[in-house]
């Protein structure tokens, strides 16, 4: 169960650095099909708290990804094309 939530939220930092929040849907069928494949031999209420533990800790993770990804562009210089004068393209 540990590694799922670990996991998780490591997905969804990386996410959230890169994509928008609709990215959160296909990740959240993707980690419900591994767990209950991964999980089969164990009870049911072991499988639901193992999912829905995961699935939060990829929603927190995504939000974690957002914020510093608002951070960097709020923070960081953007990137900026520079040309030459006098140079027609």
Not at 31 to 44: D, F, H, K, M, R
Not at 57 to 71: D, M, N, P, T
């Amino acid at each position: 169960m540990a590694v799922f939530l670990v996991a998780g939220a490591i997905i969804g930092i990386l996410l959230g650095l890169r994509f928008k929040v609709l990215v959160l849907v296909p990740a959240s069928v993707l980690a419900t099909v591994v767990i209950i494949l991964s999980e089969s031999g164990n009870e049911l209420s072991v499988i639901v708290l193992t999912l829905v533990g995961t699935l939060v800790s990829l929603q927190l993770g995504y939000i974690a990804g957002s914020v510093v990804r608002f951070l960097a562009r709020s923070y960081l210089p953007g990137r900026t094309r520079y040309r030459r004068s006098g140079t027609k393209c």
